[in-house]
């Protein structure tokens, strides 16, 4: 079986945990989880149940004004039987970008 590996992303991504609730539009699917990183176009986050990759989601930060409609990319399986799943976001809310960038300046001592 040949190994599947996340694309190639085009922008650098920021470690930021943050809570965030996914909910499937194609089924009932729902879970409260948290970030490991993210960008304005995309985020990877812990789940404690697969996510089928091409899927879309919505996905909103908790609590917060960071809200987006979501694809699935990717779906990796961790030795805790958790899931790392890819997110490309594909509408996000205006401040998204701007949690990304502020997140990557320098802050001061």
């Not at 809570?19 to 960008?39: C, D, F, R």
Request: contains cysteine.
């Amino acid at each position: 079986m040949a190994k599947v590996f996340p694309p190639v992303r085009s922008e650098s991504r920021i470690p930021e945990k943050m809570l965030v609730e996914l909910y499937s539009l194609e089924n009932a699917a729902h879970e409260i989880t948290s970030t490991i990183n993210v960008s304005s176009h995309g985020a990877r986050v812990l789940t404690k149940a697969p996510w089928a990759p091409h899927q879309d989601v919505s996905v909103r930060s908790v609590p917060g004004n960071l809200y987006s409609c979501a694809h699935v990319v990717y779906c990796k399986p961790l030795p805790d039987r958790s899931f790392s799943i890819g997110l490309r976001l594909l509408h996000p809310s205006e401040l998204w970008p701007a949690l990304s960038k502020a997140s990557a300046s320098p802050q001061p001592h």
